[in-house]
């Protein structure tokens, strides 16, 4: 069918009439060609472009066929519309996704990576309908800030009309800043149209220097804009590959925030640091192809290993450029830091890969070579020691070219495999050998189940030999050239051919585990008792370490506890892994050739601080740079910081009123020599010596009720609140220096910068803000509206040196205020199960809050700027119960559990970019770089090659 209309806007009449009116009108009238301003796009929305008609949804129904896209505005209204379902519905049976465009005027639209799908435990804003509808993250328009508003103007530099920009551009088929400069050139040009004719000489003359000055202004304004739209679309590709290829979402980043630091690209970065979360070091990029294969069902060999130690790793590869011209050689690196150390050059390897290991020192390297040989490497010296042969492999088909097993011994002595034989008449034994590495003489040479031998040494050296067949093992002692007696694993089940692929034992022989074809269960058996496992146990690993697998297209680890995290990703699954032996280097590959380095530490999960006596969130003051804890006879004083917990002396005495416990009435001064505390009621005061706990001077009752907040920057004067004014109190002679009014009570929300010199309060429905200096002392710099919903509920927050403030207002949305310029933004929804405080990061660009409790917490990010939200982080290292966020002195933002854990999370800018350096320094590809950035200049973001991360 003919496309009548370019747009459909599905939407809940019940509440969004008004907006949707505002975005038909933009996305028509955006862009009007010719003198008589006609319409470019034609866009159907029902109010408007339906006759009075019972037969109202088959009107809808033409109006959605001959749509070429359709535009939904979310909302929980619209998720729950049976309209809104229907077009949804209709709309991905008949059409393609790729013309869906999603904006949400209400209500959340959150993203799970992982599942590849929205999450609908906090997605309130678009019907399950949509679920699956995507197979990466896409992009929305946040509406929330225009819902009930009454302009809704699409002229330039208006709000609105980057709005309107974002959804008309996929709709005109171009990008967005080139349709905001064709829109402003068809205004420009109509309006010289219609320009009356006739001025004289003088007049055109000044008319062109005008017109050169505003199209010189007009260039720089066009190259801003090309920029700022060449960041999103490459801040918009490292969203699209975060999961699947980590390193080209993070060259896609660091080049989206060079090109343009745009609030997309804070995304961008955010994402790509949480896909390469635990990656250390891309040693090696992948080939983003399998070819050329090697037989049917086979393909090119990559392959690694690292010693028990975790200070050297090994891979090969098939397909990187040297294989690929027919020069081989296994690659050595320093696992510690990444560095390259020299190459094993040799022969080519197995089809598929095989064995590859190193003995627990690392002084040996067995490698496995065509055709069913071993070669053992002396690897300080670089020198090939000897080869062992299991077998005449070329005189095999091709299926039976290479070991079936492979183990070598922790300390170098011997090699185990099995492997096929020829017995010259066109047929084929299958043999277990074992080998003497020092003299490469073999010492057990043995018939075997075909295909039916799991083989591991035990941290003794000694080696086990699995019939996965029936499930008996037998060992052999490391000095033994006769198998010792063999016993059967209780429960066992008789496994064919087929099933016997399915089997593994551990790598320390410690553990069997048998996974049926088309069952997600794994059964497994402790190899020392015989015993079968229970189903909990078996997810656990039963010797306190942690295990590193592949699943599909990623590298897991599997903690002593069974919980299950996801190290990385890669283009291609995952073929070859290997960790050390204190489970905290892991280095993979991928089958088209990528080689990853990875940490057990978790970027995402910070940096635990040592917080010895567990001082709870409780216990901080109202600044959060200390915290208090209540004794018999006075108060326990301890230091907050990015380091973590310090103690720093002990106030007060037996009067010293406890209370219930609450903190709030005790304030500390930044150097830490004079603590001011409060009774419950603010009607004494105390002045300390923090140092030795001596009281200064005598208590001070004032005259009304006070509730002390803050020490200003010379350590003498602090703030206080009353229930009608904010003081200025000498803690020395308790003065009053200044009394400055308000219309709030005494326990109204304030908040003080870390560098103590601005102080915000929120003020019935405004934000008042003042800046302290020695020779003006309190004097307001700031006053405005706060936007949206207003109730005691509300929270706010500074900035480090008090430049920007954010409250919590009554609809849980996030308001930013820049102090310098009065601008006040109303961004996006903080969910109301939120977890208590918003903190900035150190650069001031995003605002960070946690939300949710358990395997559900996550910390969110939002633009400082607009308020729109920049995705989230799984926030983990801490237990059960709410999560605290603030900042500490330095900037650094921190998260304190209920059960006292206290964690330094790294939000920042700078950091992220410098760690995606470490990972992908390479600058972008030339084909890459000519798609986004043709015509302009960028330098390479990461100039000088980045150490690897520790």
């Known amino acids: 069918m003919e496309s009548m209309y370019d747009a459909f806007i599905s939407y809940s009449q019940q509440r969004d009439v008004p907006l949707a009116e505002g975005l038909q009108e933009g996305l028509e009238k955006l862009v009007r060609k010719g003198w008589r301003r006609r319409r470019v796009l034609k866009v159907f929305r029902d109010h408007t472009s339906l006759a009075a008609s019972s037969d109202l949804p ?23 519309s049976r309209w809104v379902r229907q077009e949804l519905a209709f709309w991905r049976a008949n059409r ?106 003088v007049v055109l003359t000044l008319g062109a220097v005008t ?45 989206a925030h060079a090109v343009a630091p745009t609030g997309e690209a ?22 983003e192809a399998v070819a050329p294969y090697q037989g049917v069902g086979h393909s090119p060999a990559t392959r690694v290993a690292m010693n028990r130690d975790g200070t050297v790793l090994a891979y090969y590869s098939h397909l990187e450029p040297d294989a690929l011209n027919g020069k081989y050689a296994v690659h050595l690196r320093d696992a510690r830091t990444g560095a390259r150390l020299a190459d094993l050059a040799g022969k080519s390897w197995p089809q598929d890969g095989g064995g590859l290991a190193f003995s627990w020192d690392g002084r040996l390297l067995a490698v496995e070579t065509p055709f069913n040989e071993i070669e053992l490497w002396d690897v300080p010296q670089r020198k090939l020691l000897r080869t062992i042969v ?102 066992y089940p008789h496994l064919d051919r087929d099933a016997r692929f399915g089997v593994t034992l551990s790598p320390d022989g410690a553990r069997v585990s048998v996974k049926k074809s088309g069952s997600t269960r794994t059964d497994a058996w402790d190899v020392g008792s015989g015993k079968q496992l229970a189903p909990a146990a078996a997810a656990k690993a039963g010797d306190g370490r942690a295990r590193f697998t592949a699943d599909g297209q990623s590298v897991v680890m599997d903690d002593a506890a069974g919980r299950r995290r996801i190290l990385g990703s890669f283009t291609y699954p995952v073929v070859s892994v290997a960790a050390s032996g204190d489970d905290t280097k892991v280095v993979a590959a991928s089958s088209d050739g990528a080689v990853t380095l990875f940490s057990a530490v978790s970027f995402q999960a910070g940096t635990p601080l040592p917080n010895e006596t567990a001082l709870k969130p409780t216990q901080l003051t109202g600044d959060r740079r200390f915290a208090v804890r209540a004794m018999t006879d006075g108060w326990e004083v301890w230091a907050v910081g990015s380091a973590g917990t310090e103690r720093i002396g002990r106030i007060g005495g037996r009067e010293t009123p406890t209370g219930s416990g609450s903190v709030n009435p005790v304030i500390i001064s930044a150097d830490r020599s004079r603590a001011v505390t409060a009774d419950g009621d603010g009607s004494a005061f105390s002045s300390w010596n923090v140092r030795d706990g001596s009281r200064l001077g005598t208590p001070w009752r004032p005259q009304r009720s006070t509730t002390p907040v803050a020490f200003l920057p010379d350590h ?45 309060l929120i003020d019935g429905d405004e934000l008042v803000v003042w800046r302290w200096t020695p020779e003006q002392g309190l004097h307001r710099v700031h006053r405005s509206e706060i936007l949206g919903g207003t109730d005691f509920r509300m929270s706010v927050e500074l900035s480090r040196q008090g430049h920007k403030a954010v409250v919590i207002n009554g609809d849980h949305r996030l308001v930013v205020f820049d102090i310098a310029s009065g601008r006040v933004t109303q961004g996006a929804a903080v969910s109301p199960e939120g977890q208590d405080g918003v ?8 605002l960070v809050h946690a939300s949710g409790t358990g395997n559900d917490a996550v910390l969110r990010f939002w633009d400082a700027a607009t308020g729109e939200e920049r995705g989230s982080w799984a926030m983990t290292g801490h237990g059960g119960g709410g999560v605290t966020t603030f900042s500490a002195v330095d900037g650094s933002v921190l998260t304190m559990g209920a059960d006292g854990s206290l964690v330094r999370r790294t939000v920042d800018i700078g950091a992220w970019r410098s760690m995606l350096c470490a990972l992908a320094p390479e600058p972008l590809p030339t084909g890459e770089y000519d798609r986004y950035l043709k015509g302009m200049k960028v330098e390479a973001p990461c100039r000088t090659q980045q150490p690897a991360r520790p």
């Open 58 to 80: 088959g009107k809808i129904v033409a109006g959605l066929a001959s749509s070429r896209f359709l535009v939904v505005i979310g909302s929980p209204e619209a998720a729950a």
């Open 96 to 201: 393609s996704t790729d013309h869906l465009l999603l904006a949400h005027s209400a209500g959340e639209i959150a993203w799970d990576a992982a599942r590849g799908d929205f999450d609908w435990a906090r997605t309130t804003a678009i019907p399950r309908e949509l679920s699956g509808a995507f197979s990466t993250e896409p992009l929305w328009v946040d509406l929330r800030a225009f819902r009930d508003a009454e302009d809704f103007s699409y002229a330039p530099r208006r709000p609105f009309r980057d709005k309107v920009v974002t959804l008309a551009a996929p709709i005109h088929g171009i990008g967005k800043d080139a349709l905001d400069s064709r829109a402003i050139q068809e205004d420009l040009k109509a309006t010289r149209r219609i320009r009356t004719a006739g001025a004289g000489f």
């Open 211 to 255: 017109a050169g000055t505003y199209a010189w202004q007009k260039d720089g304004e066009a190259s801003e804009r090309a920029r700022t739209a060449a960041s999103r679309a490459l801040a918009s590709r490292a969203l699209e590959v975060a999961s699947s290829d980590p390193r080209k979402a993070a060259q896609f980043a660091l080049y």
């Open 266 to 287: 804070a995304q961008a970065l955010g994402r790509a640091v949480a896909a390469n979360d635990s990656a250390t070091q891309h040693l090696q990029s992948g080939n």
């Open 390 to 491: 299991a077998s005449d492999g070329q005189a095999l088909a091709g299926a039976f070219m290479r070991l079936r097993s492979f183990a070598f011994s922790g300390d170098g002595a011997r090699i185990a495999a099995t492997f096929y034989t020829s017995t010259g008449d066109s047929s084929y034994d299958f043999h277990l050998g074992v080998w003497d590495t020092a003299t490469g003489r073999q010492v057990i040479k043995e018939k075997a189940v075909e295909d039916g031998v799991a083989l591991a040494f035990d941290g003794t050296h000694r080696l086990l030999a699995l019939d996965s067949s029936v499930g008996t093992v037998r060992t052999l002692d490391p000095a033994a050239t006769t198998w010792g007696a063999s016993r059967t694993l209780e429960g």
């Open 716 to 760: 003498v004067h602090f703030l206080a609140m009353t229930e009608n004014a904010l003081q200025v109190i000498d803690a020395r002679t308790w003065q009053v220096r200044q009394s400055l009014p308000h219309r709030t009570s005494a326990e109204a929300p304030t908040a003080v910068s870390a560098d103590g010199t601005t102080v915000a």
């Open 839 to 846: 903190a900035f990061s150190p650069d001031n660009s995003l």
